[in-house]
T-cell receptor
């Protein structure tokens, strides 16, 4: 079955540590996205990528980094510069940027030890 | 600035009762509107969307939504809820300008089903 796989489902970060969240899709979609979800708030866009080897900052990119070396993969690194990383992180993809339908992964809950 | 407001943080409905979840948006042009559903600990799934045409749109799982331009609203409805509908529901509007496309999300409404 086609879809988006995020791993791990739960992740813990120590102070000063960088952690990387994985996102893989086999839908052959060009566009991929990372969102952050906090309780009582809508989704906020961290980064997006319209095509391989290209990515753009979203609304809250500070303290995060991404890469898009392969079409299928869009990993997100939460760096030590992100002072409030505890959140639920959602990866999504769409056929292209501006396509009306987003497909979401099942998310990664990141917590700080 | 574009925005989406979901006035109700929580809504509790008895199983079998009707449901209406409210969504108001602020956007200058004709909006593209969406409703997504999120089960606990999961990603979001598209329920329905409005781009143009008939203002009453049908979605999956028996949901429908009506676009009312005069009220800047896109409320989600279901005639009879099932316990499996318990989830969080998000309204979103796509702001499109030139080559820029941005999805703006509401804060969500958590639906609780009473047996």
């Amino acid at each position: 079955d086609g879809g988006i796989t995020q791993s791990p489902k739960y992740l813990f970060r120590k102070e000063g540590q960088n952690v990387t969240l994985s996102c893989e899709q086999n839908l052959n979609h060009d566009a991929m996205y990372w969102y952050r979800q906090d309780p009582g708030q809508g989704l906020r866009l961290i980064y997006y990528s319209q095509i391989v080897n290209d990515f753009q900052k979203g609304d809250i990119a500070e303290g995060y980094s991404v890469s898009r070396e392969k079409k299928e993969s869009f990993p997100l690194t939460v760096t030590s510069a992100q002072k409030n990383p505890t959140a639920f992180y959602l990866c999504a993809s769409s056929i292209r940027r501006g396509s009306e339908k987003l497909f979401f992964g099942s998310g990664t809950q990141l917590s700080v030890l | 600035a574009q925005s989406v407001t979901q006035p109700d943080i929580h809504i509790t409905v008895s199983e079998g009762a009707s449901l209406e979840l409210r969504c108001n948006y602020s956007y200058g042009a004709t909006p593209y509107l969406f409703w997504y559903v999120q089960s606990p600990g999961q990603g979001l799934q598209l329920l329905l969307k409005y781009f143009s045409g008939d203002t009453l749109v049908q979605g999956i799982k028996g949901f429908e939504a009506e676009f009312k331009r005069s009220q800047s609203s896109f409320n989600l409805r279901k005639p009879s809820v099932h316990w499996s509908d318990a989830a969080e529901y998000f309204c979103a509007v796509a702001a499109v300008s030139d080559s820029n496309y941005q999805l703006i999300w509401g804060a969500g409404t958590k639906l609780i089903i009473k047996p």
